[in-house]
């Protein structure tokens, strides 16, 4: 079968804003160039409007000298939204918190979407951030 290379690229525009179900894809435990640490997402869109895209986020959990970063909160909304609120972790054992957040993958959880706009300067197109992460009620 012959093919347009481009037409398998699919489409990088944003999501509309809104709130979307989604299910958890994958996480990957990595550092940021910034020296930080936490982990990369990637959550399916299955609401029947725009089901399949993948909506991309990182959660930082750990600052460049080890604490716990400042952002840790969205973190702790992701775990909440995914697992429930009966979770504790030794947020200082990067293991079990790695463990907690991988018992995420193949959730279901719904997301709050805002669109990021162009940044010129920068050079980063319009782009999807997720402003909040919910329980499926």
């Known amino acids: 079968m012959k093919m347009r290379i481009k037409d398998l690229t699919g489409s ?13 894809k994958e996480v990957k435990q990595t550092e940021y160039n910034s020296g930080s640490s936490g982990f ?3 959550l399916k869109v299955e609401s029947e409007e725009h089901n399949g ?6 959660l930082v959990v750990w600052s460049d000298d080890g604490t716990l970063s400042g952002a840790a909160f969205r ?6 939204a995914c697992l429930g609120d009966d979770v504790e972790a030794e947020m200082s054992d990067m293991d079990a918190v790695t463990d907690i957040t991988e018992a995420t993958t193949g959730k279901h ?16 197109k ?4 997720i402003k909040n992460f919910m329980p499926l009620v």
Do not use: H
Not at 12 to 24: A, D, H, I, K, R
Not at 109 to 124: C, I, Q
Not at 126 to 129: E, K
């Open 126 to 129: 319009a782009r999807n951030r």
């Open 53 to 58: 895209r993948v909506i991309f986020d990182n």
């Open 40 to 42: 990369t997402l990637q």
């Open 75 to 80: 973190w702790a909304n992701f775990i909440v």
């Open 109 to 124: 959880l719904a997301v709050e979407v805002t669109v990021e706009p162009e940044d010129k300067n920068s050079g980063y």
């Open 12 to 24: 990088f525009t944003p999501l509309p804003e809104g709130v979307y179900e989604v299910s958890v």
